[in-house]
């Protein structure tokens, strides 16, 4: 019997799933925000979220290895354990990545929401530039037009309609010049991470043959301890105060959860599709998820900007992929995206 998903589907699988993950992800928050809950400390929510991909990767490299202990410690122990340099390769984007989550939190502490978003779109550009420089990518002229479309167009969808902004202002104070000065390069630092650290990994993920679930368990075992020094670093006092644990309703299991399927699934889609078509992915669920609660969490009110930034979204995916299909059709020559 053919396995349902094959070498053929995977990139499309994969896709769907980023879209349907972040997509879930964003509502999840959306609607957490209407329960009253008891804080958590995030630091120990990212590390309980590495933990968890690290631990859901075992399980899938046991089925590789036909549901046997034996095997599985045995190719642990080959690719992991044996091959240290290979391994100490995925400091570098785990490391990146703790930084990168700290530096948004810092970011989101000193600007607003709406500018935040807005700024990190710029992520999709230095991803792209990174693929040229690291993988050697050949991004034609159209792409990178299709490419600020895409950025814009989210940094429009994003923006708040005049009503949030509006409700916003009056229960926010002023962030300071200095303090924005901070926050912006903090999410501008972030923007550079994402881009090389994505880069990074797609490297070693195309490169060599060792699979892209054992691949998560090193970024796992390196992110779960840097994550573990950040909590010690920053939220020691807390955690000895009253718990690792404390504030995990449901809802924050559930939101842990989906990260660390979501790392899974990011993880998929650049081995199989690359960090390009990952953004136009996550640009598209931003777009879906902001359609699903008009509809069903009766929460938010499209704006003009909402529309002209679908459509600017919608247009730069589909001239992103225009181009290829047209030089498609000489048979000589080769289509590198
Ligand atoms: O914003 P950006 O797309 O760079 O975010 C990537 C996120 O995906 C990071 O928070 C990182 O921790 C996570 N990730 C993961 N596992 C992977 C790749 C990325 O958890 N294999």
Redesign the pocket.
């Given at each position: 019997m053919r396995p349902i998903i094959n070498a053929n589907n995977r990139k499309l699988v994969s896709l769907i799933a980023l879209i349907l993950q972040t997509t879930g992800i964003v509502l999840l928050l959306r609607y957490s925000r209407t329960w009253k809950a008891e804080p958590y400390i995030s630091s120990t929510a990212i590390v309980a979220?590495?933990f968890l991909?690290g631990f859901i990767c075992l399980i899938l490299v046991w089925f590789e290895t036909d549901c046997s202990f034996v095997r599985l410690a045995k190719k642990l122990n080959d690719e992991i354990y044996s091959k240290p340099v290979e391994t100490f390769k995925l400091t570098i984007?785990s490391g990146l990545?703790a930084i990168?989550?700290n530096l948004l939190f810092i970011a989101l502490s000193y600007l607003n929401a709406a500018t935040y978003q807005v700024t990190?779109q710029l992520?999709i550009l230095t991803t792209a530039l990174c693929c040229v420089f690291m993988l050697g990518k050949k991004i034609d002229k159209h792409q990178w037009v299709s490419l600020c479309m895409l950025a814009i167009g989210v940094a429009f969808v994003t923006w708040p309609s005049s009503d949030e902004a509006a409700k916003r202002a009056s229960t926010q104070i002023q962030k300071s010049w200095a303090q924005q000065f901070i926050g912006f390069g903090a999410v501008l630092s972030a923007t550079l991470t994402?881009g090389f650290?994505?880069v990074y990994?797609e490297k070693i993920l195309k490169t060599g043959p060792t699979s892209v679930w054992v691949r998560?368990i090193q970024?796992a075992i390196f992110?779960t301890i840097f994550g573990l020094v950040i909590v010690f670093l920053f939220d020691a006092r807390a955690v000895m105060d009253k718990g690792f644990f404390q504030g995990y309703s449901t809802v924050v299991w559930m939101v842990i959860f989906l990260?660390a399927i979501?790392?899974?699934i990011?993880?998929a889609v650049?081995k199989y599709a690359d960090n390009i078509v990952?953004g136009f992915a996550?640009s598209l669920s931003i777009i879906l998820s902001s359609v699903v609660s008009y509809f069903v969490l009766n929460d938010f009110t499209p704006s003009l900007f909402f529309f002209m930034g679908t459509m600017l979204v919608i247009t730069a995916t589909f001239l992103y992929g225009w181009e290829k299909k047209v030089k498609a059709t000489s048979p000589n020559e080769q289509v590198r995206i």
């Open positions: 979220s590495e991909k984007p990545y990168q989550n990190y992520k994402s650290a994505g990994f998560n970024l992110g990260q979501g790392g899974l990011i993880a650049i990952k996550t």
